[in-house]
């Protein structure tokens, strides 16, 4: 079993819908991060969490430490949210770089 | 612009033949790190840094090396390339803020 799962693993939306990712993990972390990737494009840090919730534009990220859960929700969707969106959490057994990541959730919004 | 710069973007081996993917930051980030990415696979870790003069292996380190003597730049090298290293590898430097990753470099071992 993965140490790092997310949900779904592809996700179609129409245009304006409300987007929610999911993401839980078994091992003990430090930081949760959401990470987008654009079709053939470089990787971009969306969030880094620790607990609660953080919000930036229409993204918001969400943290629940004691269920070893994350979401990512995207608000009035737009066809430009369409990219892999990719959880990883820095490990509580490790402090120095390390990445332990999920297998992404593909999104396409549709116009 | 401040962060990670990868070099090259593109690159073509032939099979034994070895060469070097570079990776620089001007953050002063203490952490910095290697990934691949492989269809179906995901990202994985290959080498990490905490710092200059310390390196660790990841997930998948055979067949790479790596080396950190300035706090700045973080070189990835392929000894004797192979086609299972056909990818494409990301650097990335973190703080206790957050990671910036390099735009990638993809690698195509024939």
């Known amino acids: 079993k993965n140490e790092v799962e997310q949900s779904p693993q592809n996700l179609t939306a129409q245009e304006g819908e409300f987007i929610t990712i999911n993401c839980s993990y078994s091992v003990g972390i430090s930081a949760l991060h959401w990470l987008q990737q654009h079709p053939g494009g470089g990787i971009v840090s969306l969030f880094m969490?620790?607990?609660g919730k953080k919000k930036h534009g229409r993204l918001i990220a969400t943290i629940n430490i004691q269920e070893k859960h994350s979401s990512l929700h995207i608000t009035a969707s737009h066809p430009r949210d369409s990219a892999v969106y990719i959880c990883a959490v820095s490990p509580n057994y490790n402090q120095g770089g390390k990445l332990i990541f999920g297998q992404g959730t593909e999104l396409s919004v549709k116009p | 612009n401040a962060g990670v710069t990868q070099t090259p973007k593109f690159q073509v081996l032939k099979t034994g033949q070895s060469m070097t993917l570079q990776c620089a930051q001007d953050?002063?980030?203490?952490?910095m790190s290697w990934y691949r990415q492989d269809p179906g696979m995901g990202l994985r870790l290959i080498h990490y840094s905490v710092g200059a003069g310390i390196t660790d292996q990841g997930e998948v380190p055979n067949g790479y090396n790596v080396s950190r003597s300035t706090t700045e730049d973080f070189p990835l090298r392929l000894l004797s390339a192979a086609p299972s290293q056909t990818s494409v590898y990301f650097c990335?430097?973190?703080?206790?803020?957050?990671?910036?990753f390099g735009s990638g470099t993809r690698l195509t071992v024939v």
């Open positions: 990335a430097s973190s703080s206790p803020v957050g990671y910036t």
């Open positions: 969490l620790s607990s």
């Open positions: 953050m002063n980030h203490e952490y």
